[in-house]
T-cell receptor, first 114, second 116 residues
Framework: QQQVKQSPQSLIVQKGGISIINCAYE??????FPWYQQFPGKGPALLIA?????SEKKEGRFTISFNKSAKQFSLHIMDSQPGDSATYFC?????????????FGQGTILTVHP | NAGVMQNPRHLVRRRGQEARLRCSPM?????VYWYRQLPEEGLKFMVY????????ESGMPKERFSAEFPKEGPSILRIQQVVRGDSAAYFC??????????????FGEGSRLTVL
Protein backbone atom coordinates (compact mmCIF):
# COMPACT_ATOMS: atom_id res chain seq x y z
CA GLN A 1 0.00 0.00 0.00
CA GLN A 2 3.03 2.24 0.37
CA GLN A 3 4.29 1.71 -3.16
CA VAL A 4 4.69 4.29 -5.86
CA LYS A 5 5.04 2.77 -9.32
CA GLN A 6 6.82 4.75 -12.01
CA SER A 7 7.05 4.27 -15.75
CA PRO A 8 8.80 4.11 -18.12
CA GLN A 9 12.16 2.97 -16.76
CA SER A 10 13.92 4.85 -19.52
CA LEU A 11 12.91 7.42 -22.09
CA ILE A 12 14.64 8.82 -25.14
CA VAL A 13 13.35 12.08 -26.59
CA GLN A 14 14.58 14.38 -29.31
CA LYS A 15 15.43 17.96 -28.48
CA GLY A 16 12.29 20.05 -28.50
CA GLY A 17 10.02 17.10 -27.86
CA ILE A 18 7.75 16.38 -24.90
CA SER A 19 8.87 13.99 -22.18
CA ILE A 20 6.15 12.29 -20.17
CA ILE A 21 6.73 10.21 -17.04
CA ASN A 22 3.91 8.55 -15.15
CA CYS A 23 3.42 7.47 -11.56
CA ALA A 24 0.70 5.63 -9.71
CA TYR A 25 0.22 5.33 -5.97
CA GLU A 26 -1.90 3.20 -3.71
CA UNK A 27 -2.08 4.97 -0.37
CA UNK A 28 -4.93 7.48 -0.49
CA UNK A 29 -3.52 9.18 2.61
CA UNK A 30 -0.65 10.64 0.59
CA UNK A 31 -1.04 14.40 0.34
CA UNK A 32 2.18 15.61 -1.24
CA PHE A 33 3.62 14.54 -4.58
CA PRO A 34 7.05 15.88 -5.53
CA TRP A 35 9.28 15.15 -8.48
CA TYR A 36 13.02 15.02 -7.97
CA GLN A 37 15.73 15.34 -10.60
CA GLN A 38 19.05 13.57 -10.15
CA PHE A 39 22.18 13.99 -12.26
CA PRO A 40 24.89 11.32 -12.23
CA GLY A 41 26.96 11.47 -9.07
CA LYS A 42 24.70 14.03 -7.46
CA GLY A 43 21.89 13.97 -4.95
CA PRO A 44 18.25 14.38 -5.92
CA ALA A 45 16.95 17.94 -6.15
CA LEU A 46 13.33 19.00 -5.93
CA LEU A 47 11.97 19.93 -9.34
CA ILE A 48 8.28 20.54 -8.78
CA ALA A 49 5.59 19.34 -6.39
CA UNK A 50 1.83 19.22 -6.18
CA UNK A 51 -0.85 18.80 -3.51
CA UNK A 52 -4.01 16.81 -4.27
CA UNK A 53 -6.30 19.84 -4.13
CA UNK A 54 -5.20 20.90 -7.62
CA SER A 55 -5.16 18.95 -10.87
CA GLU A 56 -2.23 20.66 -12.52
CA LYS A 57 0.79 22.74 -11.64
CA LYS A 58 3.16 24.36 -14.07
CA GLU A 59 6.60 25.81 -13.52
CA GLY A 60 8.35 26.89 -16.68
CA ARG A 61 8.68 23.89 -18.99
CA PHE A 62 7.68 21.44 -16.26
CA THR A 63 4.07 20.48 -15.54
CA ILE A 64 2.58 18.03 -13.09
CA SER A 65 -0.83 16.58 -13.92
CA PHE A 66 -2.67 14.97 -11.04
CA ASN A 67 -5.65 12.60 -11.21
CA LYS A 68 -6.87 11.95 -7.69
CA SER A 69 -9.60 9.46 -8.63
CA ALA A 70 -7.18 7.35 -10.64
CA LYS A 71 -4.41 7.80 -8.07
CA GLN A 72 -2.01 8.82 -10.79
CA PHE A 73 0.22 11.77 -11.49
CA SER A 74 2.61 12.59 -14.28
CA LEU A 75 5.45 14.91 -15.18
CA HIS A 76 5.49 16.62 -18.55
CA ILE A 77 8.65 18.31 -19.78
CA MET A 78 7.91 20.57 -22.69
CA ASP A 79 10.56 21.55 -25.25
CA SER A 80 12.95 18.98 -23.79
CA GLN A 81 16.61 19.96 -23.84
CA PRO A 82 19.83 17.91 -23.65
CA GLY A 83 20.45 19.51 -20.26
CA ASP A 84 17.27 17.80 -19.01
CA SER A 85 18.98 14.41 -19.40
CA ALA A 86 18.88 12.98 -15.89
CA THR A 87 17.05 10.49 -13.73
CA TYR A 88 13.63 11.60 -12.55
CA PHE A 89 11.93 10.26 -9.46
CA CYS A 90 8.36 10.74 -8.43
CA UNK A 91 7.56 10.48 -4.76
CA UNK A 92 4.70 10.73 -2.32
CA UNK A 93 4.28 11.43 1.36
CA UNK A 94 1.89 12.50 4.05
CA UNK A 95 3.62 15.79 4.54
CA UNK A 96 1.65 17.01 7.53
CA UNK A 97 2.00 13.79 9.51
CA UNK A 98 5.03 12.01 8.09
CA UNK A 99 7.47 14.89 7.65
CA UNK A 100 10.17 13.90 5.15
CA UNK A 101 9.40 10.23 4.85
CA UNK A 102 9.08 10.08 1.10
CA UNK A 103 8.12 6.97 -0.84
CA PHE A 104 9.97 7.10 -4.14
CA GLY A 105 9.22 5.54 -7.49
CA GLN A 106 11.87 3.46 -9.20
CA GLY A 107 13.10 6.30 -11.38
CA THR A 108 13.12 7.13 -15.09
CA ILE A 109 16.33 7.71 -16.98
CA LEU A 110 15.64 10.48 -19.49
CA THR A 111 17.95 11.02 -22.43
CA VAL A 112 17.35 14.01 -24.68
CA HIS A 113 19.19 13.81 -27.98
CA PRO A 114 20.41 17.04 -29.60
CA ASN B 1 24.97 29.00 2.32
CA ALA B 2 26.45 25.54 2.10
CA GLY B 3 24.17 22.67 1.24
CA VAL B 4 23.94 19.31 2.92
CA MET B 5 27.46 17.99 3.32
CA GLN B 6 28.20 14.29 3.29
CA ASN B 7 31.48 12.50 3.75
CA PRO B 8 33.13 10.46 2.69
CA ARG B 9 31.85 10.62 -0.87
CA HIS B 10 33.24 7.18 -1.57
CA LEU B 11 34.05 4.45 0.90
CA VAL B 12 35.41 0.98 0.28
CA ARG B 13 35.17 -1.66 2.98
CA ARG B 14 35.83 -5.36 3.17
CA ARG B 15 33.18 -7.70 4.43
CA GLY B 16 32.98 -7.61 8.21
CA GLN B 17 34.37 -4.12 8.59
CA GLU B 18 32.48 -1.09 9.85
CA ALA B 19 31.32 1.86 7.77
CA ARG B 20 30.62 5.30 9.19
CA LEU B 21 28.91 7.89 7.06
CA ARG B 22 28.61 11.50 8.17
CA CYS B 23 26.10 14.18 7.33
CA SER B 24 26.03 17.86 8.20
CA PRO B 25 22.62 19.38 7.45
CA MET B 26 22.09 22.76 5.89
CA UNK B 27 22.53 25.69 8.22
CA UNK B 28 19.39 26.21 10.25
CA UNK B 29 18.05 22.74 9.54
CA UNK B 30 17.35 20.50 12.50
CA UNK B 31 15.74 17.52 10.78
CA VAL B 32 17.90 14.87 9.16
CA TYR B 33 16.84 11.91 7.05
CA TRP B 34 18.86 9.03 5.66
CA TYR B 35 17.91 7.27 2.44
CA ARG B 36 19.53 4.33 0.67
CA GLN B 37 19.70 3.92 -3.08
CA LEU B 38 20.53 0.47 -4.37
CA PRO B 39 21.82 0.20 -7.94
CA GLU B 40 19.09 1.04 -10.47
CA GLU B 41 16.49 1.49 -7.77
CA GLY B 42 14.73 4.40 -6.18
CA LEU B 43 15.60 5.84 -2.83
CA LYS B 44 14.34 4.04 0.26
CA PHE B 45 13.71 5.82 3.54
CA MET B 46 15.83 4.56 6.41
CA VAL B 47 15.61 6.90 9.40
CA TYR B 48 14.50 10.33 10.52
CA UNK B 49 16.33 12.15 13.30
CA UNK B 50 16.21 15.40 15.16
CA UNK B 51 18.93 16.58 17.49
CA UNK B 52 19.59 13.79 20.01
CA UNK B 53 16.40 11.96 19.02
CA UNK B 54 15.48 9.19 16.62
CA UNK B 55 11.97 10.00 15.45
CA UNK B 56 11.34 7.21 12.97
CA GLU B 57 13.66 4.31 12.17
CA SER B 58 11.07 2.15 10.45
CA GLY B 59 13.22 1.81 7.34
CA MET B 60 16.39 0.73 9.12
CA PRO B 61 17.45 -2.92 8.96
CA LYS B 62 17.00 -4.44 12.39
CA GLU B 63 20.61 -5.49 12.73
CA ARG B 64 24.01 -3.88 12.08
CA PHE B 65 22.61 -0.43 11.22
CA SER B 66 22.37 2.50 13.61
CA ALA B 67 22.07 6.26 13.33
CA GLU B 68 22.58 9.22 15.61
CA PHE B 69 22.37 12.98 15.47
CA PRO B 70 24.18 14.33 18.52
CA LYS B 71 23.72 17.75 20.03
CA GLU B 72 27.02 18.80 18.54
CA GLY B 73 28.43 17.54 15.28
CA PRO B 74 27.13 15.74 12.25
CA SER B 75 24.64 12.93 11.98
CA ILE B 76 26.27 9.51 11.70
CA LEU B 77 24.99 6.43 9.93
CA ARG B 78 26.90 3.41 11.16
CA ILE B 79 26.93 0.02 9.49
CA GLN B 80 28.63 -2.76 11.41
CA GLN B 81 29.99 -5.96 9.88
CA VAL B 82 29.23 -4.84 6.35
CA VAL B 83 28.14 -7.36 3.72
CA ARG B 84 28.15 -7.06 -0.07
CA GLY B 85 24.43 -6.29 -0.06
CA ASP B 86 25.17 -3.06 1.82
CA SER B 87 26.87 -1.66 -1.27
CA ALA B 88 24.76 1.33 -2.21
CA ALA B 89 24.59 5.09 -2.26
CA TYR B 90 23.50 6.54 1.06
CA PHE B 91 21.90 9.95 0.90
CA CYS B 92 21.31 12.34 3.70
CA UNK B 93 18.64 15.02 3.49
CA UNK B 94 17.65 17.84 5.78
CA UNK B 95 14.73 20.16 6.30
CA UNK B 96 14.15 23.25 8.44
CA UNK B 97 12.31 23.14 11.76
CA UNK B 98 9.25 24.77 10.24
CA UNK B 99 8.56 22.87 7.04
CA UNK B 100 5.27 24.62 6.43
CA UNK B 101 3.42 22.91 3.65
CA UNK B 102 6.31 22.40 1.29
CA UNK B 103 7.64 19.11 2.53
CA UNK B 104 10.81 19.84 0.56
CA UNK B 105 13.92 17.89 1.44
CA UNK B 106 17.41 19.07 0.58
CA PHE B 107 19.68 16.18 -0.33
CA GLY B 108 23.42 15.86 -0.10
CA GLU B 109 25.49 14.35 -2.89
CA GLY B 110 25.60 10.97 -1.20
CA SER B 111 28.15 8.55 0.13
CA ARG B 112 28.84 5.60 -2.11
CA LEU B 113 29.73 2.48 -0.17
CA THR B 114 31.39 -0.43 -1.90
CA VAL B 115 31.83 -3.65 0.03
CA LEU B 116 34.46 -6.00 -1.36
Amino acid sequence: QQQVKQSPQSLIVQKGGISIINCAYENTAFDYFPWYQQFPGKGPALLIAIRPDVSEKKEGRFTISFNKSAKQFSLHIMDSQPGDSATYFCAASRVLTSYGKLTFGQGTILTVHP
Amino acid sequence: NAGVMQNPRHLVRRRGQEARLRCSPMKGHSHVYWYRQLPEEGLKFMVYLQKENIIDESGMPKERFSAEFPKEGPSILRIQQVVRGDSAAYFCASSPPDRGNTGELFFGEGSRLTVL
